[in-house]
C-alpha cells in the first residue's frame, strides 16, 4: 500500500503571499490531520478533516484552513504569509473511526517565508 | 489541558549500549491512547507504538520495549543494543477520546537519540 503523499515537498514563498499545500492519504483512510513543525514550538496540531468535514481544530489563526475532497485527499492554505509561518507542515491519515487512531504521517512540505 | 513531556533533549550512546528515552504525560481524560514515533533526518515520522489508557501491559517488539505505568503517568520506551540506526528524534504523543474523533496529536518536544559507532 502506498503511503501518505504530500506535495510539493520544498516551498519559497515571500511575505503576505499565500500557499496552497496537498496531502493525499493511505488508501482506505478518511481521516487527515495537518500539523506544523518548527524548531522553537515543536510539533502542533493544526486541524482533522473526515468527510469533507473539519472535525476538530487546534489554536490557530484563521489565515490557516483547509478542505477535503471527496476521495479524502486534503489541502491546506495559508493566506498573507508571515515569516513564523517557516515550517514543517505534516500531514497523516488515518481510518477515521470516533477513537484515536495510528495516524500515518507523509513526508512533509518544507516551507520557507522569505 | 493535555500535555506530554520529554526532559532529555538529547542522548548519545554508543552502539551496543541499552538506552531509555523517558515520557511523561498529563490529562484529565480517564480515556486516552498514547503514541511513539521516530523521525530520521528525512523528516517523516515514522509510527512505532500505540497504547490506550487501560492497557498497561508492557509491550516489546524485537530491540523495542515500552513500560507504560498509569501511577506514575510515564510510557518510557527502552532500545536495546542500540544501533547507529537508531539514531533519530524521538517524540512521545498524546491523544484523548472526546467521543468525537480524536483531538489531534499533543507531542512532546522530543528527545535526539545519537547512538555512535
Known amino acids: 500500500k502506498a503511503g501518505v503523499t504530500q506535495t510539493p515537498r520544498y516551498l519559497i514563498k515571500t511575505r503576505g503571499q499565500q500557499v496552497t499545500l496537498s496531502c493525499s492519504p493511505i488508501?482506505?483512510?478518511?481521516?487527515v490531520s495537518w500539523y506544523q513543525q518548527t524548531p522553537g514550538q515543536g510539533l502542533q496540531f493544526l486541524f482533522e478533516?473526515?468527510?469533507?468535514?473539519?472535525?476538530n481544530k487546534g489554536n490557530f489563526p484563521g489565515r490557516f484552513s483547509g478542505r477535503q475532497f471527496s476521495n479524502s485527499r486534503s489541502e491546506m492554505n495559508v493566506s498573507t504569509l508571515e515569516l513564523g509561518d517557516s515550517a514543517l507542515y505534516l500531514c497523516a491519515s488515518s481510518l477515521g473511526t470516533s477513537l484515536p487512531d495510528t495516524q500515518y504521517f507523509g513526508p512533509g512540505t518544507r516551507l520557507t517565508v522569505l | 489541558a493535555q500535555k506530554v513531556t520529554q526532559a532529555q533533549t538529547e542522548i548519545s550512546v554508543v552502539e551496543k549500549e541499552d538506552v531509555t528515552l523517558d515520557c511523561v504525560y498529563e490529562?484529565?481524560?480517564?480515556?486516552?491512547?498514547l503514541f511513539w514515533y521516530k523521525q530520521p533526518p528525512s523528516g517523516e515520522l515514522v509510527f512505532l507504538i500505540r497504547r490506550n489508557s487501560f492497557d498497561e501491559q508492557n509491550e516489546i517488539s524485537g530491540r523495542y520495549s515500552w513500560n507504560f505505568q498509569k501511577s506514575t503517568s510515564s510510557f518510557n520506551f527502552t532500545i536495546t543494543a542500540s544501533q547507529v540506526v537508531d539514531s533519530a528524534v524521538y517524540f512521545c504523543?498524546?491523544?484523548?477520546?472526546?467521543?468525537?474523533?480524536?483531538?489531534?496529536?499533543?507531542f512532546g518536544k522530543g528527545t535526539h537519540l545519537i547512538i555512535q559507532p
Open positions: 490529562t484529565r481524560d480517564t480515556t486516552y491512547y
Open positions: 488508501s482506505g483512510h478518511r481521516s
Open positions: 504523543a498524546l491523544s484523548e477520546y472526546s467521543g468525537g474523533g480524536a483531538d489531534g496529536l499533543t
Open positions: 478533516y473526515f468527510s469533507e468535514t473539519q472535525r
